[in-house]
């Protein structure tokens, strides 16, 4: 009798689990990692609400993101002064003015070696590791013509990119620490360690 038992107790324990098991499996069906599961219960699903990039059929099957009104910015941005006006961003004041701290030109550094090393070359003579693959050529950074630009010239190259270099706004940001200003900074200190040519 007592042996009767533990076999039922087994076999009712092992049919558990495999029920659990399955439920598990059931539970966790999804095509892939990028989808939801399978929901059973859909009603949480469908919802009235409008998904931010959807049709808005109320307003006539229009987006339903609204356009910002006119010169609204978004927080935590500060449009750029001169992205419509290269000539003007000569006149750009540079924060970090004669500032050749350790400090910032280490902050410079950072971002010339990640940013602009790779064409401009890691101390400004146009030798980066792509440059020879290039039909139009960067500027040597060291050259008398390179020195005698404004700050505020590099500043916008930087910003707003240059003929066929594309702009590194996006990479360094315009922040407190003025990081863009930074690498401005450093490449007037190539231009000082480098031989005038
Ligand atoms: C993908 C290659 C590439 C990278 C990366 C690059 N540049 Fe350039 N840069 C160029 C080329 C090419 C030119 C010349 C553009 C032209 O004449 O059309 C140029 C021009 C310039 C000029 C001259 C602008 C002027 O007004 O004449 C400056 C200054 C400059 N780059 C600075 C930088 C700095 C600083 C960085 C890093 C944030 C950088 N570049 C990253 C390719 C690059």
């Not at 598990?24 to 990039?53: H, P, R, W, Y």
């Not at 090393?117 to 390179?146: F, Q, W, Y």
């Amino acid at each position: 009798m007592k042996n009767l038992i533990t076999t039922l107790n087994s076999k009712s324990a092992s049919a558990l689990t495999g029920v659990c098991a399955l439920a598990f499996m059931i539970a966790g069906c999804n095509a892939s990692k990028n989808q939801t599961n399978i929901e059973l219960n859909q009603n949480m699903m469908d919802q009235v609400s409008i998904k931010s990039q959807d049709w808005d059929p109320a307003q006539g099957d229009v987006v339903q993101m609204r356009t910002p009104p006119a010169h609204t910015v978004s927080r935590g941005h500060t449009p750029y002064k001169y992205a419509t006006d290269p000539a003007g961003a000569d006149n750009d004041v540079n924060p970090l003015a004669g500032d050749m701290s350790p400090e910032t030109l280490t902050m410079g550094r950072v971002q010339y070696d990640i940013y602009c090393a790779l064409c401009h070359g890691a101390a400004g003579h146009n030798d980066g590791s792509i440059t020879p693959h290039m039909p139009i050529k960067p500027r040597v950074l060291v050259s008398d013509e390179a020195r005698a630009y404004k700050d505020g010239r590099i500043h916008y190259a930087i910003v707003m990119g240059k003929g066929v270099m594309g702009s590194y706004g996006g990479q360094i940001p315009a922040d407190e620490k003025h990081t863009r200003w930074a690498v401005v900074n450093y490449v007037r200190s190539l231009q000082k360690q480098s031989v005038s040519k």
